[in-house]
């Protein structure tokens, strides 16, 4: 493996998945001596303060006259022919289809005309394949942005078919799952903070999410409903969104308004596994299911659909239980199934510990490794 590589990373600044995937990977690629070069309108919110080996390019998007959206795909395009030049990248990595990697194709072609030749690898997260592939005025871009690419990496074997199914692609997409580092993930349980949302020893549920329709919080609040009479719980939203007022009025309706938390937006949403019992998560679809991996990781078993890539992550019957889209009765019997019984939740929490730990960073860090390798060495 070459050493030392000068690698830009592009990827949305926020606590969205591919957000802090790309973000991770470059910390993680830092760590072992590589030069990261972030890319992007604002600082990862992953990032934190200074670190070795790691330098941050801001997308400064000035409002045009002429223009009734500021044009942030060309003026990201010509960001990174800057660092690539000034800072003599080796590689761009991009994270998600649009705009990042049609921005970077057009850089590409945009230094090609200098002499200079940028391999550029495309990893797909999936709203940018299965909700913008649903577009159809989307497609051509897409597609063309993806078969140009010197690389394609999609982080589920579900994504990478869907991909195929929904475009044009003629070239071979390469799975690279996302994955969790185990290290920087506080997975320590705290009974004192438990005892704050659970004064009596209830059990608790936690679902983080940005609250989008596709996640379907309305049907944690259902699936809480028919449970919490029968085995004491209580539930916390962690995150904020469109679907977020529905989901207060519906617990109101409900009367459920004692046993459920909103916490809204916090820094570290993952900061609620440490007094979760269960993960829900009924999502419409899921390419991958970060958060379900995340919280593994802290030990605490998911309940979730069967839905996209997490029937890939999540095991039925193993580190969790997974059902139809919609089944709300079905979840809420395997959430009674995981808490009445204290001895099976305890194995399902090891299971889900040992599941995430085949998702390390440890082990995926070395797959990118190799496709930038492979990648520089035909270039």
């Known amino acids: 493996m070459a050493q030392n590589l000068k690698i830009g990373i592009v990827g949305y600044p926020t606590y969205g998945g591919s957000g802090v995937v790309a973000t991770e990977l470059g910390k993680a690629l830092a760590d072992k001596g590589h030069e990261i070069h972030f890319i992007t309108y604002s600082q990862p919110v992953r990032l934190g303060a200074m670190r070795k080996n790691v330098r941050y390019h801001e997308v400064n998007v000035s409002d045009y006259p002429l223009f009734l ?4 795909e060309l003026v990201l395009a010509s960001k990174m022919v800057d660092v690539v030049k000034y800072e003599k990248l080796d590689l761009l990595h991009v994270h998600y289809a649009i705009p990042h990697a049609s921005a970077a194709i057009t850089a590409k072609q945009v230094l090609a005309e200098e002499g200079i030749n940028l391999p550029v690898i495309t990893t797909l997260h999936g709203t940018d394949i299965t909700l913008l592939g649903k577009d159809a005025s989307f497609e051509p871009v897409i597609s063309f942005a993806i078969n140009k690419s010197d690389a394609v990496t999609a982080v589920s074997q579900s994504l990478r078919l869907d991909t195929y199914k929904l475009f044009g692609i ?10 969790v580092n185990l290290e920087n993930l ?5 009974e004192e903070l438990k005892k704050e949302y659970a004064p009596n020893g209830e059990k608790i549920l936690v679902h983080i999410s940005n609250f989008r329709p596709v996640k379907r919080v309305l049907d944690v609040v259902e699936i809480f409903s028919r449970i919490y009479l029968d085995v004491p719980s209580k539930l916390i939203f962690v995150g904020d969104g469109p679907e977020r007022s529905k989901a207060e009025q519906l617990c109101r309706e409900k009367n459920l308004c004692e046993e459920v938390i909103f916490l809204g937006s916090v820094k570290n949403p993952t900061d609620a596994l440490k007094v979760a019992d269960l993960f829900v998560l ?5 390419s991958f299911g970060l958060a379900a991996l995340e919280a593994m990781a802290c030990g605490v078993p998911v309940i979730s659909t069967n839905t996209g890539g997490l029937p890939e992550v999540n095991r039925h019957g193993v580190t969790g239980m997974m059902s139809n889209v919609g ?16 001895a099976r939740l305890a194995k399902f929490r090891v299971k ?12 995926i860090l070395p797959q990118y490794e190799a496709l930038y390798n492979s990648v520089l060495e035909t270039v």
């Open 170 to 179: 003629n070239r071979e997409i390469e799975v690279i799952p996302n994955f």
């Open 352 to 363: 889900a510990v040992e599941r995430a730990a085949e998702f390390s960073i440890d082990k």
């Open 282 to 286: 009924p999502s419409e679809s899921e």
């Open 186 to 190: 506080d997975r320590s349980n705290s």
């Open 327 to 342: 089944d709300v009765e079905d979840m809420a019997k395997n959430v009674k199934y995981l808490l009445s019984d204290p």
């Open 69 to 72: 959206y500021p044009p942030y």
